[in-house]
């Protein structure tokens, strides 16, 4: 098959053709997305007790991204329910809820997880730039 394709490459480039670039092959693996939603203890009320949970929220994403097992978190903008999520790469789904149930705001009721394993090319990574103004 292979002596086949290679003859029908060297007909179509002295046909004066190009040959299509073949698919780029990736592996594959399974990450772990949380997404979050509003808990049973949301509110819109920003308190200093919702303050302090949103700080620990915050310091919690930032201490998992520099662990190098979350690799993106952010929220959703459209005020809905589903309020943001995160994308773990890890081991198992235990060890992703191990992680992100110690959220102050998943503990304080005010977000709640829903699970879903999420097929994508291995070894995805973000890379952070500065916001140009």
Do not use: C
């Amino acid at each position: 098959m292979r002596r086949v394709r290679a003859a029908l490459a060297l007909l179509l480039l002295g046909a004066g053709a190009t040959r299509a670039a073949e698919p780029e092959k990736y592996e594959m693996t399974t990450y772990q997305v949380a997404f979050l939603v509003r808990g049973p203890n949301w509110s819109p009320a920003e308190t200093e007790e919702t303050k302090a949970i949103q700080a620990g929220h915050m310091e919690n994403i930032r201490k998992m991204g520099a662990s190098g097992k979350l690799l993106i978190a952010g929220p959703f903008e459209d005020g809905g329910d589903l309020r943001g999520m995160f994308i773990f790469r890890v081991a198992t789904l235990e060890e992703a809820k191990a992680l992100a149930e110690q959220d102050p705001a998943v503990k304080a009721g005010r977000l709640k997880l829903e699970w879903h394993p999420w097929f994508a090319a291995k070894n995805v990574t973000v890379t952070a730039t500065a916001a140009k103004p």
